[in-house]
């Protein structure tokens, strides 16, 4: 029998999230009510149930897992983590029907949670989607006083040549990361130089964003939960880090106050409860912005370092308030 | 490669494309099936044979990306809840 859960934190994830793992594993620490579903479960293993105009409060209802039950007007704060939104496409549905089960699982699930009051989000999806804009995060950052790389997002092929033409090196970087394959082989967007000479008219068909390389001594890798910092600087020979996590070192730092105070900005600014920011520092020890992450990964970093980050979203979250 | 308007909005593929490349490393990781433990709201992985995996460092995924083809977790930074219709 699930049973109903007292000011439970709701962490909406897929199954396997072994991040989520870690965090749920402090809560459990604490005593802290978790219900967790994944909203691909509607139909079978998830339902939900709210009433509106019905009594004084504004949303009443439920939650239910096969063993849990979250009482929606009492829900504390939202892991809004890695979640799957089914797409009906192999549920035998026409193209018709599964467009619209799926829009009325997005509007009607995730809607009822947009309508609580108290909860506090980590993050709320709707700025996470507002703060996955480069071009926005680029000009938000340097508003907020960060150093932030010549850089052009344009589909003007001439523009893009005279752009790389003026500096020492430029790099090509993805708008958005999306699935891509081809030929049964997983492909993304690599931090590589870019010469004028490699462009073509194709840059005509969308944006591109092309970006002055920094001269970086090291990359710096931020995660912000709530108003805790944990900073680590990447060590490794490489232009782009993902390319080899085992060629990485990783070292502990403090971060100066004006950046901390500075990034916590950004993330004011985009109402993130939460963010990993991607900075690089020169050899000078400037620190240049190069971009926000707001569901970011940082699992493996607290494995690597030893920092209490599972520990740290566990507290947010059981506060349920930022401050 | 020069184009004209009609092939624009049609079949050129963005230059931006021609750039991505593969993951470094491909993982398999060691589960074929997961599901949530009810008491403790953690994800419980299973090998072929039914027998619990303990995950440790190799369910975490990187900063950004690894190539798994089992594991959602490995995915990068973004992409997910994010749906190109709505958003």
């Known amino acids: ?323 | 490669m020069s184009i004209t308007e009609a092939q624009l909005t049609t079949t050129v593929r963005p230059w931006g494309a021609g750039r991505l490349a593969p993951y470094p490393t491909a993982t398999r990781l060691p589960y074929t099936s997961v599901s949530i433990d009810g008491p403790t709201q953690l994800g419980v992985f299973r090998d072929r044979s039914g027998l619990v995996v303990e995950m440790g460092k190799h369910g975490t995924s990187k900063g950004t990306e690894t190539n798994t083809t089992t594991n959602q977790d490995s995915k990068n930074d973004q992409g997910h809840d994010q749906d190109s219709a709505q958003d």
């Open chain 1, 1 to 323: 029998m699930p049973t109903t859960e007292e000011r439970p934190v709701l962490v909406v994830t897929e199954a396997e999230d072994v991040t989520a793992d870690m965090v749920i594993t402090e809560l459990n620490r604490r005593d802290v009510p978790v219900v967790r579903f994944n909203p691909a479960d509607i139909g079978g293993e998830l339902t939900v149930s709210a009433r509106f105009g019905t009594c004084p409060a504004p949303v009443v209802g439920q939650a239910r897992t096969p063993s849990r039950i979250a009482d929606l007007a009492r829900v504390r704060a939202v892991y809004w983590r890695r979640p799957v939104w089914p797409t009906f496409h192999n549920s035998g549905l026409g193209d018709d029907d599964a467009r619209f089960a799926a829009a009325q699982v997005r509007y009607g699930l995730a809607g009822t949670l947009y309508a609580l009051d108290g909860p506090l989000w980590v993050n709320h999806p709707v700025n996470d989607a507002a703060a996955d804009y480069k071009p926005a995060q680029l000009a938000t950052a340097q508003r907020l006083g960060l150093t932030v790389p010549p850089t052009i997002v344009t589909n003007d092929p001439d523009e893009a040549r005279q752009f790389i033409t003026a500096h020492d090196q430029v790099i090509f970087k993805t708008l958005r990361w999306t699935l891509y394959e081809r030929d049964g082989v997983q492909l993304t967007g690599w931090a590589e130089p870019v010469r004028a000479d490699e462009l073509d008219d194709s840059v005509r068909v969308t944006p591109h964003l092309f970006q002055a390389r920094i001269d970086k001594a090291a990359d710096v890798r931020v995660l912000m939960v709530g108003r805790r910092t944990f900073a680590v600087r990447i060590d490794c020979d490489l232009l782009d880090w993902r390319r080899d996590y085992s060629a990485l070192s990783y070292t502990v730092v403090d971060l100066p106050a004006p950046l901390n105070k500075a990034l916590h900005g950004v993330l004011d600014h985009f109402g993130l409860a939460s963010g990993s920011f991607d900075l690089a520092v020169d050899r000078a020890g400037d620190y240049w912005w190069l971009e926000l992450n707001p569901n970011g990964q940082w699992g493996w970093l607290e494995q690597e370092t030893g920092l209490e980050m599972s520990a740290a979203f566990a507290d947010l979250l059981t506060r349920g308030e930022t401050a």
